[in-house]
């Protein structure tokens, strides 16, 4: 199959299935040895009850292409997938796949690092948490996520 062809990229509100996408990780090629994944999740805590994700629909899509591209050339990998939801969603619902497929773990694993590094602070979302009480607050950039984020930047 070709690389081209091995890269899903999806922003959506729908709930994701996991074994699916790992299945299309799998099924990419015979030289296959590794598929690392990533599957991130509202995280609840100090009342936290949901998080609602807004993005900038078609710029987020090709950001998150071009991510995959990068991915593709840097690790040569197999295959990648980067799925991002958006809407509200509630604490302990899933928000993001992240998964590679190369032909050592190694490298699946240090390429699902990457992505979902630069995936964070890289593509056009926004983040606003709802609290129990009815607040509202929109998260703001973490200096520890640009860090990992810009670790990368070296090869």
Known sequence: MPKAQAVHVAVQEA???????MERLS???MLAGGVSLFIGQVRGGDGLISL????YPGMTEKVMQALAGEAMERFDLLGCTLIHRVGR?????????VGACAA??????????????RLKTGAPFW???EYAGGSTTWVQARAEDDAAASAWDTP
């Open 27 to 29: 099924a990419l090629s």
């Open 52 to 55: 609602t994700l807004e993005h």
């Open 104 to 117: 050592h773990r190694g490298t699946a694993l240090s390429a699902t690092s990457f992505l979902i590094d």
């Open 127 to 129: 983040k606003k948490e």
């Open 15 to 21: 709930p994701f299935d996991v074994a699916e996408e």
């Open 89 to 97: 969603l509630e604490v302990g619902q899933q928000i993001v796949f």
